[in-house]
RNA sequence: GCGCCUGUAGCCCAGUCCGGAUAGGGCGCUGGCCUCCUAAGCCAGUGGUCGUGGGUUCAAAUCCCACCAGGCGCGCCA
């Protein structure tokens, strides 16, 4: 059985060699795991800086790591050699390429993917109001979640991706009003349900802002709802369902996926925000306003904050979105160990209320938040009200068609009208995606259509391409991927050829990294690596015209090798892995 | 005003959590490479006061403080 993670089985022999060498040359037993290093690949796989024992054992660096180098015998899997104040250790290039190639072969398209933990994580996302359809200022939720979610189950968990439909509060029932009374304004022309109820919703947003008297169409249709009116909650879940409908195939064509759908007046209608919200009612830092709407003193209850009131009822005692959120987690904390919300940033003092509201209640209130800052118009915030808006469905048109022209261009005289559209699609959805993710959370965006559909450099199409290079020698070479005959790794010793296997090796131990961070955005950069390392080694080493046999074989192995975790790399990042573009 | 986030070459972005060996890519620009496994590729060159100023440290893009600039939040909205 061979190792899934070749690096880590490489690194925790170079923890366990620096363990030893300190222990035999100064008698030192402390745990130095997290001390290890790992440096740029010219100077070494792994490194021990010195520096850190130097002024306890009164010696320079250097000679610290020197007399560490002393203390180690010769090892068969690892070279050591102390250079400056750096012990460092590197893979001898036989052992790294025969375990990762073996690796590779045994685990093939599950690569990458650690045994299951059983760790149950619910991973809630999108959750956008069924108002309209998804713009691109909150595509980035479902993107970046979405290969979260994929980072997070390679790392072995069982991880449950839920949308949380918001289909009672104020808005919900401001689109039921607009689909009710405002007909005329439902865009006929739209192909779409959620483009089609989102001319009706603006409507009547408009129009409740201007009239006053209108106030009662919404708080009439809240209270019903709320009050367990049947008729009325199915003309809430009517609408709603038609907006989601449109909404969730957007998430398909992006492809995104949700475990569950999470109707918000579930909890509401069979009493849990109800029980909640007379628990919280019991709490000393609870108070009550003469009009009759509850609030939480937040201040009492430790949150250092500008806006001390949380109101969780209103005066005509319907719920808000804080208490019936609080009932949400405190739900999900029963069907899951591990909760993740990944919000936009404008939700962090929400989160904060709701986890403290949480612990108030004696509930637990652990809960990952992942933030991601706004994806934005170089002419301002993105605005359904302003029309200052690009929806998630015209940038999958314009990548797809962008994508079209651009195989077109290239290739239109040697494939097929069916193959230019397979590629299309796969190229203009996988640019897109990558381009979103590859951009930690916390940063805003400001988008522009040539920097989200360039296919060139560090680009989905980039990866995609040296995937298909893969694919093209082994189908010239007569076969199928993942079926290549055993080669023989010790043939492979050209620099290029190492590398390669040296960043394939990679792999298992960086999907850890990234799951227990929580971050997707590093995937990409690996994507880029990956690809970058197999294009020298496509430069550098002929496959099929190699100098025999024996070494076309081995190299056919590592082109395997490389199609495979490309692909999987690829996968995590919801990008499909075309054979040939 | 208070709180949180961001500030790395003309442009976009890694690296920042857990401080260490010359700050990495890409785009752009200049020049070169298709009788040779797909040129969506490759090679060479160009370009950086890591927002500013202090501090901690043997060592700071990374930690601490102040300031500047941009974003977000501070609803009986979600």
């Given at each position: 059985m061979a190792t899934r993670d070749p690096w880590s089985a490489f690194k925790n022999e170079a923890i366990a060699l620096t363990a030893e060498a300190l222990h035999a040359?100064?008698?030192?037993?402390?745990?130095?795991?997290?001390?290890?290093?790992?440096?740029?690949?010219?100077?070494?796989?792994?490194a021990f800086p010195c520096y850190a024992f130097s002024q306890e054992l009164g010696e320079p660096p250097h000679a610290i790591a020197q007399a560490l180098e002393e203390a180690l015998p010769p090892r068969d899997a690892v070279t050591i050699t102390a250079q400056g104040p750096y012990l460092n250790f590197t893979i001898k290039p036989d052992k790294l390429v025969a375990t990762t190639l073996e690796s590779i072969r045994e685990h093939g398209s599950t690569y990458g993917h650690a045994k299951p933990t059983n760790k149950n994580v619910l991973v809630e996302h999108t959750s956008a109001n069924p108002t309209g359809p998804l713009h691109v200022g909150r595509a980035r939720n479902p993107l970046l979640a979405d290969t979260l979610v994929r980072i997070l189950r390679a790392a072995g968990h069982h991880v449950t991706a839920e949308y949380y439909v918001n289909d009672m509060g104020r808005q919900a029932a401001t689109l039921v009003y607009g689909a009710e009374e405002h007909q005329d304004a439902l865009d006929e022309d739209a192909m779409k349900e959620d483009h089609r109820l989102v001319t009706a919703y603006q409507k009547a947003s408009q129009a409740l802002e201007e009239d006053e008297s209108l106030e009662?169409?919404?708080?009439?249709?809240?209270?019903?709802?709320?009050?367990?009116?049947?008729?009325?909650?199915?003309?809430f879940r009517e609408v709603v369902t038609r907006a989601m409908t449109g909404i969730r195939a957007t998430l398909e064509r992006a492809n995104v996926h949700h475990d569950n759908m999470k109707f918000e007046s579930e909890l509401v209608l069979n009493g849990t925000v109800d029980d909640v919200l007379e628990r919280l009612k019991k709490l000393d830092a609870c108070h009550q306003e003469d009009d009759g709407a509850w609030y939480l003193d937040m201040e009492a209850l430790g949150l250092d904050t500008e806006k001390p009131q949380l109101f969780i009822a209103r005066s005509d005692g319907t719920t808000l979105y804080a208490t019936r959120d609080i009932a949400y987690h405190m739900d999900k904390h029963q069907r899951a160990d591990t909760l993740i919300d990944v919000l936009g940033e404008d939700h962090k003092l929400h989160a904060q209320e709701v986890q403290t509201s949480m612990e108030a209640l004696g509930e637990n209130g652990d809960i990952d938040f992942v933030f991601y800052n706004f994806v934005s118009l170089p002419e301002g915030s993105m605005s359904t009200r302003a029309g200052r808006v690009v929806y998630l469905d015209d940038l999958l048109d314009e990548s797809i068609e962008r994508a079209r022209q651009e195989v077109t261009e290239r290739r239109g005289d040697e494939l097929d009208e069916e193959t230019i559209d397979r590629v299309a699609r796969q190229v203009g959805l996988g640019a897109l995606r990558f381009n979103i993710v590859s951009v930690q959370a916390e940063k805003p965006i400001e988008f522009r259509w040539e920097n989200a559909l360039n296919f060139e450099g560090a680009t989905a199409p980039f990866v995609q391409y040296s995937h298909a290079r893969t694919c093209g020698i082994l189908e010239n070479a007569g076969h199928d991927p993942g079926q290549t005959p055993q080669g023989d790794a010790s043939l492979l010793t050209e620099d290029a050829e190492i590398q390669l296997a040296r960043t394939l090796a990679r792999f298992p131990a960086l999907v850890k990294t990234w799951a227990n961070q929580q971050k997707a955005h590093p995937v990409t950069s690996y994507a880029v690596k990956t690809a970058s390392a197999?294009?020298?080694?496509?430069?550098?080493?002929?496959?099929l015209q190699a100098d025999d046999e024996t070494l076309k074989t081995a190299r056919l192995s590592l082109v395997d090798a490389a199609r495979a975790t490309l692909a999987n790399t690829l996968d995590l990042i919801g990008i499909d892995a075309p054979a040939s573009m």
């Open positions: 040359a100064y008698g030192i037993t402390d745990t130095i795991d997290h001390l290890i290093e790992e440096p740029d690949p010219e100077l070494a796989d792994f009662p169409q919404i708080s009439e249709r809240l209270q019903a709802f709320e009050d367990g009116d049947e008729e009325m909650a199915l003309r197999f294009n020298d080694f496509y430069r550098d080493c002929p496959v």
